[in-house]
């Protein structure tokens, strides 16, 4: 796939992780809304939430598990956070994403 997130996962454009393993990447974003603004990518090409299957159960529990640590690594456990959950040709970019969001919201993702 061609979208950025697929080449970013593919170390075709430079990124450093703050977080990975077998399924997962997660970076900051590029354009902050908020003091905290963290994307958690799957490394499989999942388009959009429409997309999401029960076959990826697993994959969606090793998501909340890594936004937990995230959240613990920031300091968010006071739950100053969100996670907005994006990915459609609609959107901006076409590939599953978690958007974790702490402290002042700048504006809207
Ligand atoms: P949306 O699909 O509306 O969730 O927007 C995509 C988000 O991904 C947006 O917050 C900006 C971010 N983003 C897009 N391209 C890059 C990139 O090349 N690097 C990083 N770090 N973030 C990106």
């Known amino acids: ?15 450093e992780f703050i977080y990975e393993s077998e ?14 603004h963290i994307l958690i990518v799957p ?3 999942i388009e959009s939430i429409r ?3 029960s076959e990826h159960g697993q994959l969606l529990t090793e998501v ?5 640590k995230l959240v613990t ?19 901006h970019v ?4 978690f958007h974790l969001l702490g402290g002042q919201w700048k504006k809207m993702v």
């Open 64 to 68: 909340y598990q890594a936004v937990n």
């Open 23 to 36: 399924n997962l990447v997660a970076f900051e974003d590029i354009n902050p809304s908020a003091d905290v």
């Open 73 to 91: 690594d920031n300091n968010l456990e006071n739950g100053l956070y969100r996670v907005v959950v994006n990915g459609g040709k609609a959107q």
């Open 51 to 53: 997309d999401v299957k």
């Open 94 to 97: 076409p590939h599953l994403h």
């Open 1 to 15: 796939m061609d979208d950025i997130f697929c080449k970013i996962i593919r170390k075709e454009i430079p990124k």
């Open 43 to 45: 490394k499989q090409h």
